[in-house]
Nanobody, 120 residues
């Protein structure tokens, strides 16, 4: 079983910055992709950014140039630096990972979510 613990959400004014962290722990042999998704009230969950084990990144068009995803493979942790925040970035942000356990079984896990609120 793999657990994800997120931190770093909060309330910030438009134009401000926040940094989210997500640490994975448990029965982990290898983590492939780590990513962040978000869900605003009344909307579907959407991809924000992902990063592979080799460092290849992918971003939603709405956050390109403002958000930066990074990871520390030694700590099984993924980060999301969010700059120039806008009210439309308000959502619950979820961490997601997939990989292999020590018995080489595949896993996929979601974090519990962290609220990000951007005031205008």
């Amino acid at each position: 079983q793999v657990q994800l613990v997120e931190s770093g959400g909060g309330l910030v004014q438009a134009g401000g910055s926040l940094r989210l962290s997500c640490a994975a722990s448990g029965n982990i042999f290898f983590i492939n992709v780590m990513g962040w998704y978000r869900q605003a009230p009344g909307k579907q969950r959407e991809l924000v950014a992902t990063i592979t084990s080799s460092g290849y990144t992918n971003y939603a068009d709405s956050v390109k140039g403002r958000f930066t995803i990074s990871r520390d493979n030694a700590k099984n942790t993924v980060y999301l630096q969010m700059n120039s925040l806008k009210p439309e970035d308000t959502a619950v942000y979820y961490c997601n990972t997939d990989g292999r356990t020590r018995s080489h079984s595949p896993f996929g896990s979601w974090g519990q979510g962290t609220q990000v609120t951007v005031s205008s």
